[in-house]
């Protein structure tokens, strides 16, 4: 298994502007790549925002730091409160699209089964 620094060109660009923290990732070849289906909220949790990503830990940076313009940086999404892996894209992205069909009070259930407390799970992740 060999390890490497990831950085994409976009964050070499932004990193010139912001401090952008180093992800090092290890590639094992018998390991397959995951995808994870999320859930992020402002900081009053009045906002519910369903995403999904290959990496969790850039694309929850983005939205902390409203580097895509949206509807993130419009509604100050910047609390990761649930997160689940899937190993196909496929599978990600229909429960990406299931769950964004649920009214909110399933979205909130769902939260509650892995952060019941609704704390910010992204020092968790990094």
């Known amino acids: 298994m060999t390890c490497t620094v990831i950085l994409s060109v976009y964050s070499v660009i932004l990193s010139r502007r912001r401090r952008i923290p180093t992800i090092k990732k290890c590639y094992n070849p018998l390991m397959k790549e995951q995808?994870?289906?999320?859930i992020m909220t402002n900081k009053y949790n009045t906002v519910l925002y369903?995403?999904?990503t290959n990496d969790l830990v850039r694309r929850v940076y983005e939205h902390k730091n409203k580097l895509v313009k949206g509807f993130t940086a419009k509604y100050n999404i910047v609390k990761l409160v649930y997160y689940e892996t899937h190993e196909d894209i496929k599978e990600a992205i229909k429960r990406e699209k299931q769950i964004k069909g649920w009214?909110?009070?399933?979205?909130?259930?769902l939260i509650k089964t892995m952060n019941p407390s609704w704390k910010d799970l992204y020092e968790k992740i990094v």
């Open 35 to 38: 995808y994870y289906v999320y």
């Open 103 to 109: 009214l909110r009070a399933k979205k909130e259930e």
């Open 50 to 52: 369903v995403g999904v």
